[in-house]
């Protein structure tokens, strides 16, 4: 069983405790999860480039105020599962508060708006197929508010636990899994250990239904690791990132211009696509001013983090010549609506309501956001990255002359 290693934590607590003497960056540890990862070493590549403030935002997302309070939503599924999906999610819920009293609390809701984790039914007709199961109840996450400045937990949660034939799952084995999910939903990983919340249920032992030292000992240890790098960012010094927190080599760097087509220096392609308001916006037709196209949605923290960056882009750069417009890979247009209302969003919201599959986000090779393309006056792509904030030097030069 891996345990948080008391020189680790020796570790995290002299940088809280005498950051200025220390600026130690603790390694990823193995189990934490790709997305939790990820929205780390883009908070150090922006410390790299000076960004503190932004950096913080991803920092304090990993370490939420003490104790966490998580509103779930069980009212998942019709009967004849409804009544066990809601005793298995109501049971893993109490195996993590027993645990972590201080850390973490799962509270039960009927709102789905309160929800920061959804248990639903899911009657997908492909999910029946593939599974060969009758009835799914289905786990489904979504962020934990944070301001803006959270982690992305949407993609982190799309598994189910479903009821095929006469009956093949437990409800034991429905606590596990949806124990297991929400530990994905604090950041952690697979477990090597079968005894652990976060291990495997395997199905030919009685699966783990308890939060175990170890499960705990590492939701500690993220936690230690989020304040240790906010107060790194506090300090408001530039850091080199280390090797170990880099992206893989196959894939591009945050602040590096993404390798899918069209890359800079290639034709910008041409699109049309209705925004909010019914309006057409045809790319081409904006020819002669520089554009900067925004892939994002609402339920990307990361995405909505770097909102004041653009609101800023726009305040400086819309009345020398630059349009900006943004092309929203959400699904649920009132949710969009009543978002881009709360946050003045004043630039055109292109939306098809087709999510991943966003018609434009499609053509453009898009897999991943915030994904942002600066295009110059004479449609050729000058940029390709993922945080806007890094535009500013090319869009002041872009208009310039205006």
């Known amino acids: 069983m891996r345990r948080a290693s008391p020189a680790f934590l020796v570790v995290i607590l002299a940088v809280g405790a005498a950051v200025a003497q220390d600026t130690t960056i603790p390694p990823p540890p193995e ?12 908070g150090l590549q922006l410390m790299a480039n000076g960004d503190f403030a932004f950096a913080d935002g991803h920092f304090v997302g990993i370490k939420p105020p003490k104790p966490a309070r998580v509103y ?27 645990a972590s009293p201080d850390l973490v609390e799962f509270v039960p809701t009927d709102d789905e708006d309160l929800a ?3 248990l639903q039914f899911e009657p997908s007709v492909a999910v029946l ?3 060969g199961a009758k009835f799914v109840c289905g786990v489904t996450s979504v962020q934990m508010p944070h301001d803006g400045q959270g982690v992305d937990r949407s993609a982190l949660v799309r598994v189910s636990v479903s009821q095929a034939g006469a009956g093949t799952h437990s409800t034991a084995e429905m606590v596990h899994v949806v124990g297991h999910e929400l530990g994905h939903f604090l950041g952690l990983g697979e477990s090597p250990n079968k005894a652990d919340i ?5 199905h030919k032992a009685a699966p783990s239904t308890t939060v175990t030292a170890d499960d705990l000992a590492r939701f500690q240890e993220l936690l230690a690791l989020g304040e240790a790098m906010s107060a790194l960012a506090q300090r408001k010094e530039k850091v080199a990132v280390p090797r170990a927190w880099q992206p893989p080599k196959a894939a591009a760097a945050p ?3 993404s390798q899918t087509s069209p890359k800079p220096g290639e034709k910008a392609l041409d699109f049309t696509m209705k925004d909010l308001d019914g309006k057409e916006v045809t790319l081409s037709a904006l020819q002669g ?14 995405c909505k983090a770097d909102l004041p960056n653009f609101k800023k882009i726009v305040e400086t750069y819309g009345p020398k010549g630059l349009i900006v417009v943004g092309v929203s890979l959400d699904d649920d247009e009132a949710k969009l609506r009543r978002f881009v209302a709360d946050e ?50 090319d869009i002041a030069r872009l208009v310039g002359g205006r």
């Open 198 to 202: 976060m291990g495997e249920d395997d």
């Open 116 to 118: 920061d984790i959804v």
């Open 289 to 302: 001013k520089p554009v900067l196209l925004d892939f994002w949605a609402t339920w990307c923290g990361p």
């Open 129 to 131: 197929q593939d599974r």
């Open 72 to 98: 779930v939503n069980v009212s998942c599924a019709p009967q004849p599962l409804r009544r066990r999906c809601d005793q298995a999610a109501l049971e893993a819920m109490s195996v993590w508060g027993k």
């Open 255 to 257: 602040s590096e211009p």
């Open 31 to 42: 189990w934490l999860t790709p997305t939790f990862r990820t929205t780390l070493s883009h």
């Open 344 to 393: 003045h969003i004043a630039w055109p919201q292109l939306f098809d309501g087709k999510g991943w599959q966003n018609a434009i986000a499609v053509q453009y090779g898009v897999h991943s956001i915030p994904q942002s393309l600066l295009i110059g006056p004479d449609g050729m792509v000058v940029r390709r990255e993922n945080q806007a904030g890094t535009f500013e030097e």
